[in-house]
Structure formats: structure tokens, C-alpha cells
């Protein structure tokens, strides 16, 4: 017998009514605990050469442009894939690549774009650029020299 453990976020649309101003957080907290755990179609994330580019590579064998949808909503980029009829219908002695309809959902930290997606040799690809802000790298800080208690409490 094999046991399987689903992995499940705790219900937190009721938080809403204890922090003011964080609904957006919430709401896309409550978005991910709902994106399905599946496991089709397999997918790399993968460094890039430059800092902070990442590639999203999704194996997509069998599949063609056309197959493909492509969504970025509200920080959650969307990738759905349905062959066309006419593959479905052909007669296949023996078929071994996976042909169902997926939907593959991604969510995107605030600081990160999608700059480039591209199809080759039944990878999908999406590059993400994390780009941050000025204000929020990090900053080195001087150490000054000794400052008496006075100083201290007279700066504003």
C-alpha cells in the first residue's frame, strides 16, 4: 500500500479581519494555496549567466506553439497547454508522450518580469528578470567616529 501526503495551506481568507491594508497579500496567498500540486507538465528553474535572471524550462514534447497560452495576472503567470483535435484523433499503435491538456501556474515575487519566452525543441522557456530597486539594495554604512550622549539626544 502506498500512502501519499497532500500538502495543504491553512485557510487564511479570515485574516483579512485582523491586519488592515494587507488584502492584496492575502489574496495571493489564498492564490497559491489553491494552485494544484501537479507534477505535468516537468519543469527546471535555472540560473542564469547575469544576476538575477532566471529560466523557467518546461518539457512540452509533442506540443507546438500553437498549443500554448501564456497569461501573467496579477504576479501569476499562467501556462496552459491543449493539442489540437487532430492529434488526439490519430491512430496510435502505441502512445507514450503525455498529449493531455495542463495548466501550470507560477507565482511572481513583486520585483520579478518576465522578459522573454521562447519555444525550441519542445522546451518552453521563460526568462525572469529580478530587478530591484535602488532603494532596497543593500547599502554599506560608514562607522563614524565616537559621539557623546549629548549629541545623541540632541539630534532629531
Same mark, same amino acid.
Not at 5 to 15: E, G, V
Not at 27 to 45: F, K, R, V
Given at each position: ?13 479570515? $485574516?483579512?479581519? &485582523? $491586519?488592515?491594508? =494587507?488584502?492584496?497579500? =492575502? ?7 489553491? !494552485? ?6 516537468? +519543469?527546471?528553474?535555472?540560473?542564469? %549567466?547575469? %544576476?538575477?535572471?532566471? =529560466? ?6 509533442? &506540443?507546438?506553439? %500553437? ?19 487532430? +492529434?488526439?484523433?490519430?491512430? +496510435? !499503435? +502505441?502512445?507514450? !508522450?503525455?498529449?493531455?491538456? &495542463?495548466?501550470? *501556474? =507560477? ?8 522578459? *522573454?519566452? &521562447?519555444? *525550441?525543441?519542445? !522546451? ?10 535602488? %532603494? ?5 554604512? *560608514? ?14
Amino acid at each position: 500500500m502506498t500512502l501519499t501526503a497532500k500538502r495543504t495551506l491553512p485557510d487564511i481568507s479570515n $485574516f483579512n479581519d &485582523f $491586519f488592515v491594508g =494587507f488584502d492584496r497579500l =492575502f489574496d495571493h496567498l489564498n492564490s497559491a494555496s489553491q !494552485i494544484s500540486s501537479s507534477t505535468y507538465p516537468p +519543469y527546471n528553474l535555472r540560473k542564469g %549567466e547575469k %544576476e538575477g535572471h532566471v =529560466f523557467l524550462e518546461l518539457a512540452l514534447a509533442g &506540443f507546438k506553439k %500553437e498549443d500554448l497560452d501564456i497569461v501573467l495576472e496579477d504576479r501569476k503567470l499562467k501556462i496552459e497547454g491543449v493539442k489540437n483535435e487532430h +492529434y488526439l484523433k490519430e491512430n +496510435y !499503435i +502505441y502512445q507514450g !508522450i503525455a498529449g493531455r491538456p &495542463f495548466t501550470r *501556474e =507560477f507565482m511572481l515575487a513583486p520585483d520579478v518580469e518576465v522578459s *522573454e519566452v &521562447f519555444f *525550441e525543441d519542445g !522546451i518552453l522557456t521563460v526568462r525572469l528578470v529580478q530587478e530591484i530597486p535602488e %532603494e532596497k539594495k543593500p547599502k554599506k554604512l *560608514e562607522i563614524g567616529g565616537p559621539v557623546s550622549e549629548k549629541e545623541l539626544l540632541t539630534e532629531g
